[in-house]
């Protein structure tokens, strides 16, 4: 049976997806994201997943996680500075996963720093893989740089990759189109660009090239847009 599944992006590195009953929230960077479509107040969850430290990636967790009960699900580091402040979690890992009703999330690798909102280290910084229950995988590549091992994604067979394009902080549009040729998803969607000036791209381009040397499909999606065909 397939799995129900919707994606909405919130902007940056933010998405709210269900997947059947599970609301899961992805890097909730909102109140000081200049292109949130949601207030965090608005936010609902019932899992927030951390990819690192920094604060366009951790943004409202905390207070999302406290006011709804949703449990934060992040690298050992992250987890710990957020149990203290009273969020409920799952300590993770990477290369670890943890399965759910709805399917299984696993820690990937990304080549990114990472602190904590008080400066700690942070741990690695990760991506996330998640495996629905009718087989289909969705990567979030999260903040990263372009690294050899995505090619062993190819062979997950990844439906839609949620790829960075927005250079000097992660990937830029040129190593974003190689990061698509070794990781041959069926889709892939551009995101961390153009909430600030220093990192505005041309999505739009990006999808002319991926399309032109490559099989993958690139949706664009404007903050607040759903995945079409999800
Ligand atoms: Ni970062
Ligand atoms: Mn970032």
Redesign the pocket.
């Known amino acids: 049976m397939k799995s129900n599944l919707h994606i909405r992006f919130l902007g940056h590195n933010a998405w709210f997806l269900t997947i059947d009953s599970a609301r899961i929230l992805i890097d909730p960077f909102l109140t000081h994201s200049p292109t949130a479509a949601i207030s965090a107040d608005e936010a609902e969850a019932d899992l927030i997943l951390i990819?690192?430290g920094?604060g366009?990636?951790f943004g409202d967790a905390l207070a999302i996680a406290k006011r709804t009960g949703a449990k934060i699900a992040a690298i050992a580091e992250i987890a710990g500075y957020a149990e203290k402040r009273g969020a409920e979690t799952f300590a993770m890992n990477l290369g670890g996963g943890i399965n759910f009703p709805f399917g299984r999330i696993q820690m990937v690798h990304a080549l990114?720093?990472?602190t904590l909102p008080d400066g700690a280290p942070g741990g690695s910084?990760a991506g996330f893989l998640i495996t629905l229950n009718d087989g289909r995988v969705l990567y979030f590549a999260?903040?990263t740089g372009l690294f050899g091992d995505m090619a062993r994604l190819a062979a997950q067979k990844i439906e839609y990759a949620f790829l960075p394009i927005g250079d000097v902080?992660?990937m830029g549009p040129d190593d974003a189109l190689e990061a698509v040729k070794l990781i041959r998803p069926r889709v892939a969607v551009p995101c961390h660009y153009g909430t600030w000036p220093l990192i505005a791209q041309d999505p739009e381009m990006w999808k002319k090239r991926v399309e032109a040397e490559t099989e993958t499909k690139v949706q664009i999606l404007q903050p607040g847009q759903v995945l079409a065909e999800a």
Request: negative net charge; aromatic residues 8%; hydrophobic residues 10%.
């Open positions: 990819s690192h920094h366009d990636h990114h720093s990472s910084s999260c903040d902080f992660t």
